[in-house]
């Protein structure tokens, strides 16, 4: 069964830092590229970041760029994304979503992320 | 970026209603364009992908059409079940992008 499990989520103040993992299950990991998606309280999904099945292609959203840093440990079956300088507007629910071969997305469950004082 | 217009913003319907929901996009996407479907407090779940090809295990009742720019959702006889919101993801390029999403209530 493919499986996506977020984690590292929580509150953390403006300015910081906060790590999320994304341990994935069920596929082979190292032949799929991988997004991170967030929904904000109440509102709609906003794509974040991709990163390709060899690391080698990067993209970020412009509400993130220089801020947050994808990566993945293939080896480990593994997608992260570092986030710094964290700002109120960044508190949402994280999702790790895989890219499907003829179209589409697998989601994780998501982690909540909020950033507050 | 690529623009995707979604309408409307919400819906009341009843069931058994037959239901249109539609996604334009700034510029030709080709048929690279998912629909999804989120629950209260859960992840989205892919619905419809390549704009027509219905997900496994998603019933027949959903159906999606449209190639270019402008695309379609519809659920030809709604159940309780399909009381959800609905979005469309374009997977053309990058940056990604969502239309606004779809709140599907009763009426």
């Known amino acids: 069964e493919v499986q996506l499990v977020e984690s590292g989520g929580g509150l953390v103040q403006p300015g910081g830092s906060l790590r999320l993992s994304c341990a994935a299950s069920?596929?082979?990991?190292?032949?799929?590229?991988m997004n991170w998606v967030r929904q904000a309280p109440g509102k709609g999904l906003e794509w974040v970041s991709y990163?390709?099945?060899?690391?080698?292609?990067?993209y970020y959203a412009d509400s993130v760029k220089g801020r947050f840093t994808i990566s993945r440990d293939n080896a480990k079956n593994s997608l992260y994304l570092q986030m710094n300088s964290l700002r109120d507007e960044d508190t949402a629910v994280y999702y790790c979503?895989?890219?499907?071969?003829?179209?589409?997305?697998?989601w994780g469950q998501g982690t909540l992320v909020t950033v507050s004082s | 970026a690529i623009q995707m217009t979604q309408s409307p913003s919400s819906l009341s319907a009843s069931v058994g209603d037959r239901v249109t929901i539609t996604c334009r996009a700034s510029?030709?996407?080709?048929?690279?364009l998912g629909w999804y479907q989120q629950k209260p407090g859960k992840a989205p779940k892919l619905l419809i992908y390549?704009?027509?090809s219905l997900q496994s295990g998603v019933p027949s009742r959903f159906s999606g059409s449209g190639s270019g720019t402008d695309f379609t959702l519809t659920i030809s006889s709604l159940q309780p079940e399909d009381f959800a919101t609905y979005y469309c993801?374009?997977?053309?390029?990058?940056?990604?992008?969502f239309g606004q999403g779809t709140k599907l209530e009763i009426k």
């Open positions: 390549a704009a027509s």
């Open positions: 990163i390709s099945s060899s690391s080698s292609t990067i």
């Open positions: 069920g596929f082979t990991f190292s032949s799929y590229s």
């Open positions: 993801l374009q997977d053309y390029n990058y940056p990604r992008t």
């Open positions: 979503a895989r890219d499907r071969t003829h179209g589409g997305l697998f």
């Open positions: 510029q030709g996407i080709r048929n690279d």
